[in-house]
């Protein structure tokens, strides 16, 4: 049974950096095919990738936002940070990370989502 | 950088055919997969590479790709299919998604 959990504060200041943490049991990250990836969601707003680690440890990241995202990977832990740099309330969204595997050399689709964090960028 | 476009709204009635469209250049050449997003809940993948269908969504979804456009049809649309879709692909190295088209049954 594949499952995640995103966690992170509620609550960050504007200019500070956040960190989200994604928890995940029934898959192995080091596992061909497979990846883990951020996705979040504005209130009210359609979905946007953020970044996706695969199972070689490549790093992949929204061309718009690179500058300020930073994946990585502990696999003895089976969690996936995201570190965002300088928040600003315009980053209020739901962050999601789910699972997403790679096939068939291009062919990319998330199969397993978390339920979500809501982190609101407020002073 | 890559752009997908779907319509913004969708209207269907009870028990006919909803197709929604996204479109890219060539997305044809590339693996579309498409979510269903219900309010206040995350997103559910419905098809993959293009026309897959994972295990528990429903025969009714179908998804085919030709050109620039790859297509979600829903036959037999039900009160329950209510909701956002949304249309993704890989561009190479970032994952791409469509702006999202509200589902309306009436």
């Known amino acids: 049974q594949v499952t995640l959990r995103e966690s992170s504060p509620a609550l960050v200041k504007p200019t500070q950096t956040l960190t989200l943490t994604c928890t995940f049991s029934?898959?192995?990250?080091?596992?061909?095919?497979?990846?883990v990836s951020w996705i979040r969601q504005p209130p009210g707003k359609a979905l946007e990738w953020l970044a996706l680690i695969d199972w070689d440890g490549d790093k992949y990241y929204n061309t718009s936002l690179k500058t300020r995202l930073t994946i990585f990977r502990d696999t003895s832990k089976n969690q996936v940070v995201l570190t965002m740099t300088n928040m600003d309330p315009v980053d209020t969204a739901t962050y999601y990370c789910?699972?997403?595997?790679?096939?068939?050399?291009?062919?990319?689709?998330?199969?397993?989502w978390g339920q979500g964090t809501l982190v609101t960028v407020s002073s | 950088s890559y752009e997908l476009t779907q319509p913004p709204s969708v209207s269907v009635s009870p028990g006919q055919t909803a197709s929604i469209t996204c479109s890219g250049d060539k997305l044809g050449d590339k693996f579309a997969c498409w979510y269903q997003q219900k309010p206040g809940q995350s997103p559910v993948l419905v098809i993959y590479e293009s026309g897959e269908r994972p295990s528990g969504i429903p025969e009714r979804f179908s998804g085919s790709s030709s050109g620039n456009t790859a297509t979600l049809t829903i036959r037999a649309t039900q009160a329950m299919d209510e909701a956002d879709y949304y249309c993704q692909v890989w561009d190479g190295n970032t994952v791409v998604f469509g702006g999202g088209t509200k589902l309306t049954v009436l």
């Open positions: 789910a699972r997403t595997t790679a096939s068939r050399g291009d062919s990319f689709y998330s199969d397993f």
């Open positions: 029934g898959f192995s990250l080091s596992s061909s095919g497979m990846c």
